[in-house]
């Protein structure tokens, strides 16, 4: 089992700056994709960025320029720096380790742009 937990999320003016954090609760990113969605009201999930065993990344092109996915393999931790943040970046943002055997998320974390 992997838990893993975010934080960082909150409010934030149109053009700001958040850092989102999810914490692992062992050493992972060895054997899992590290992966950020998000959700909207009213929308389904959808991937935003990921990074994997080999660091490769994957931005979705709606945050391609603005986001970058980092980790900490020291600290088992995986971020999402967010810059020109936009009312559309708005949603609810998940965490998630992902292998062919197992999937895990967190509990997600409120992400509001807004003036």
């Known amino acids: 089992q992997v838990q893993l937990v975010e934080s960082g999320g909150g409010l934030v003016q149109p053009g700001g700056s958040l850092r989102l954090s999810c914490a692992a609760s062992r050493s992972i990113f060895s054997i899992y994709s590290m992966r950020w969605y998000r959700q909207a009201p009213g929308k389904q999930r959808e991937l935003v960025a990921s990074?994997?065993?080999?660091?490769?990344?994957y931005y979705a092109d709606s945050v391609k320029g603005r986001f970058t996915i980092s980790r900490d393999n020291a600290k088992n931790m995986v971020y999402l720096q967010m810059n020109s943040l936009k009312p559309e970046d708005t949603a609810v943002y998940y965490c998630?380790?992902?292998?062919?055997?197992?999937?895990?998320w967190g509990q997600g974390t409120q992400v509001t742009v807004s003036s």
């Open positions: 998630n380790a992902w292998s062919q055997s197992a999937n895990y």
């Open positions: 990074v994997s065993q080999t660091d490769t990344t």
